[in-house]
């Protein structure tokens, strides 16, 4: 199966500073990439699309200027997360769905997530 | 249109029961369904995956039953053991993997 990483797996930052999340797709190109924001015994909540090359398209209610998207390449997307305060602490995935020698993918493979916490 | 449903929330059996989760969903252009498994502090793992022109796909202990006049699915595992107790999530989708919608999950719990 596709394997999709993430670095860093935990970071812990203090109010106002910025975070980068970055997610890599290792054996495959990831034609679009997803960011998702997942609180304590809730479901994904899915923030933003990117497909490499191009803007991201965010969900309603989630503030671009606030989560910065980046897709610069079909193995790399970052998340920044600017100026974190307290309440933008949760735990942050990423997925990856894309092509492998010729063979387009259905399923989004997950990264291991980051867990953010912004004192 | 774009809701998957799953129930229950959570779910409690004892190991080698047979749990078995259900999902439902509206969007007829749905034609993939995956299901994962989420373990605590880590990203969800795919488990197994359906298409709607099969009603059954068996993978080691786990089973997807499925009927498409109905517009439902189910995971089913066999022969439960602790190390299964995870949070479950299905999915739809289709236009390869572009427009995914996740069920709200089902947290699964086996006792020893």
């Known amino acids: 199966g596709a394997v999709v990483s993430q670095h860093p797996s935990w970071v812990i930052c203090k109010s106002g500073t910025s975070v980068k999340i970055e997610c890599r797709s290792l054996d495959f190109q990831a034609t679009t990439m997803f960011w998702y924001r997942q609180f304590p015994k809730q479901s994904l909540m899915l923030m933003a699309t990117s497909n490499e090359g191009s803007k991201a398209t965010y969900e309603q209610g989630v503030e671009k200027d606030k989560f910065l998207i980046n897709h610069a390449s079909l193995t790399l997307s970052t998340l920044t997360v600017t100026s974190a305060h307290p309440e933008d602490s949760s735990f942050y995935i990423c997925?990856?769905?894309?092509?492998?020698?010729?063979?387009?993918?259905?399923?989004?493979?997950f990264g291991p997530g980051t867990r953010l916490t912004v004192l | 249109q774009q809701q998957v449903k799953q129930s229950p929330q959570s779910l409690i059996v004892q190991k080698g029961g047979i749990p078995i989760i259900n999902c439902a969903y509206e969007n007829t252009a749905f034609d993939y369904f995956p299901w994962y498994q989420q373990f605590p502090g880590k990203g969800p793992a795919l488990l197994i995956a359906?298409?709607?022109?099969?009603s059954e796909k068996k993978e080691g202990r786990f089973t997807i039953s499925f009927n498409k006049s109905a517009k439902q699915f189910s995971l089913h595992i066999m022969d439960s053991q602790p190390g299964d107790s995870a949070t479950y999530f299905c999915?739809?989708?289709?236009?390869?993997?572009?427009?995914?919608?996740f069920g709200p999950g089902t947290r699964l719990s086996v006792l020893p």
């Open positions: 359906i298409r709607p022109d099969v």
């Open positions: 999915a739809a989708t289709h236009n390869y993997g572009q427009n995914f919608v």
């Open positions: 997925s990856a769905v894309g092509t492998s020698g010729g063979i387009s993918y259905n399923e989004q493979f």
